[in-house]
């Protein structure tokens, strides 16, 4: 595995940079409210900026029935391959967080393949999304 820079970053001063490309996500993928979702959840401390030189994701712990989970909760790559480059710095963060797994929803399709492939598996379907999930 390369050594990958990743920097824990304030939300406050990297919001107005990230809100375009949050809103191109949410408009993909039907969620017109992505931004402000995250925006109030990175404001509150309930949800994590990290950048990586050709992008960022957030990260949000989750706690429910005694389990400790990590939502990815967006994840941008200017770069090809971010799920193999990316996902040991994810696994990584979220055992540090003593996660049980890492979980992200997706509308994209492209995922079925990739996702399979890297040890994701589909948990479940919530309105138009695929739930996926990485079991640490």
């Known amino acids: ?4 820079p990743l920097v824990k970053a304030k939300w406050s001063q990297h919001r107005d940079r990230l809100k375009p490309i949050i809103d191109k996500i ?7 409210e992505l931004y402000t979702n995250i925006d109030k959840a990175c404001s509150n401390e309930q949800a994590f900026l990290f950048l990586v030189h ?3 994701f957030i990260l ?3 706690y429910q029935r005694q389990i400790t989970y990590m939502d990815l909760v967006v994840g941008y790559s200017e770069g090809v ?9 994810l696994i990584s963060l979220a055992k540090q967080g003593e ?5 992200f929803y997706s509308v994209r399709k492209g ?3 990739v996702a399979l492939r890297y040890g994701w598996f589909k948990r479940g379907y919530h309105r138009q999304y695929t739930i996926w999930q990485y079991k640490l």
């Not at 949410?26 to 017109?32: D, I, T």
């Not at 391959?81 to 710095?89: G, I, S």
Request: net charge positive.
């Open 1 to 4: 595995m390369e050594n990958l």
């Open 111 to 113: 995922f079925d393949k």
């Open 54 to 56: 050709d992008g960022f």
């Open 99 to 103: 996660a049980q797994f890492l979980r």
């Open 60 to 62: 949000r712990p989750r």
């Open 26 to 32: 949410g408009l993909k993928a039907s969620e017109p």
């Open 81 to 89: 391959n971010a799920m193999v480059k990316y996902l040991p710095v």
